[in-house]
């Protein structure tokens, strides 16, 4: 009689009656075979569950907003907050970097002086499309700027003379300094030459072509001038890596020892590389060039801005133009770069109660930086997927500057196009949106110089032409943009009035967002 207690499975794997040794032999060598294939699906399943977990714990962060909207800024004051480490020791190979951004200005200081003794009118910035007479938001009036005509030079007293000559002959050597520059960061021929070639292929996310149809604005001149001299570089990581350590892989000076410095006291330290040679040597030089009110009056008659630009460290020359210099934070904050394609930083953030995520302080960040240029824009599409949140970077000084890269669109209104592009894209939805109107300081200097917002941008009415009814104007713009285009109109979006080279009140901002952000990602991941 059968028992009812009989394990059927047990019956099932019991060994034969009357297995001879061969047939044991064989069984026993096909029961290991396998529970090694068993033993190898376990493994990878708990291998797969821990990337997924490792990935559904990371914190996927994505910067983004037009060229020169403070992106790889605001990437660097969290770098440096809460990256402290890493931060430290990346400052110094930072220098070349700041080297670069001071010889920009210069050579454009001597691009001007050269046009200037060459009697070469003043070139109006122009695009080929002024006929298009489309109407956005914005219109162009720009009070009081008329490009000059070709004979505005010809009746005024020369401004320059045989000492601006010889100035430009002594600062020279700076031009292949520049160069050297270039070649140790790594930036290609191909990254120089997208510098002036920017298509308007690709709209603000690749959907619009430029509508504002208006008029080249007064700052364009000066903004492409210096613009020309702009580089980026497609790793930089690999970039600042060649750098890091200042005088390690940088050539060391060949020649500079016979040439006394120019402020005479001849150089002294023999443990340093060519460019900073040379940099330093060229200083009394740069201050005397800055310092000049004719080389001011042909900026100024030239529409050249030095001082707005991108990476302006004239000012500094004095401290930057040194054999021991070492950037700063603030230095390497105010530092220009164009970001090509999409860089990767991963951080680890620690991060005290209440957001333990399974007892551990840390989480994992991955910050993503892109390029905000038209022609960069095609990149960010793939990153949108399963992004925790997007840090979107709208310089509000710009309401009245035209894209770089296409001439015919209005900042302000590029911003507001990209925003809602991102608001309504369906791979975005769960995303948390932290809007950054950024350049405040530059807005409020601008206000103050008596540029008037309501020329540039009619519907601002009468309103008070002050940084905060300003900011407050275009913070209901941006939201009346994420209400329009979310399907439930409810969606939160966080703003914030930005100034991100201020690493000060930035840090305070970055630490309320980092909060926000990861309270949104605990919840999205069930975790709280
Ligand atoms: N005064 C001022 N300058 C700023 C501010 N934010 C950024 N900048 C400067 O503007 C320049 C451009 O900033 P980036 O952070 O390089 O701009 P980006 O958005 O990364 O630009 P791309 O890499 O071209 O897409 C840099 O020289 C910054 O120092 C700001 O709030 N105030
Ligand atoms: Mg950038």
Partial sequence: MKSFDEDPLDRLIRPPPNETPEERADRERKEAEARRVSDEIDNDIRKERAALKKQQSTVRVLLLGQSESGKSTTLKNFRMRFAPEEWQAE??????????????????ILDAIKAELDNEPNQPFLTGDEDDETEFLFSDSEPGHEPQSSSANSNTRPLLTGQHQLLKLRLAPLRRVEADLKKQLGASAEDELADGAASDEYGTLGRFGGDGGLAPA????????????????????DALTRNTSGTGTRSPRSHSRSRPNSDGSGSDNDDVDEATDVIANCREDIKTLWSDPAVGEVLKKRDIRLEDSAGFFLDDVDRIATREYVPSDDDVVRARLRTMGVQEYKIKVYQPTPFLVAGSGITDWSLYDVGGSRTCRHAWVPYFDNVTAIIFLA??????????????????????????????????????????????????????????????????????????????????KFRDIVRANTTDGGRVAYYYATSVTDIKTTYATLKTVKDIILRDHLKSADFV
């Fill in 395 to 476: 310089p509000v000084s710009c309401f009245d500057e035209r894209l770089l890269e296409d001439s015919r669109i209005n900042r302000l209104e590029d911003s507001f196009l990209l925003w809602r592009d991102v608001c309504s894209n369906k791979l975005l939805e769960k995303t948390s949106l932290i809007l950054f109107m950024n350049k405040c300081d530059l807005l409020k200097r601008k206000l103050k110089m008596g540029v008037q917002v309501k020329d540039h941008l009619p519907s601002y009415g009468d309103r008070p032409n002050e940084a905060p009814s300003v900011v407050k104007y275009l913070k209901d």
């Fill in 91 to 108: 400052l110094v190979s930072w220098r070349a970097v700041i080297q670069l951004n001071l010889i920009r200005s210069v050579l454009s």
């Fill in 218 to 237: 007064g700052g364009a001149l000066s903004k492409k001038m210096t613009r020309s001299r702009e580089f980026s570089v497609r790793r930089l990581k």
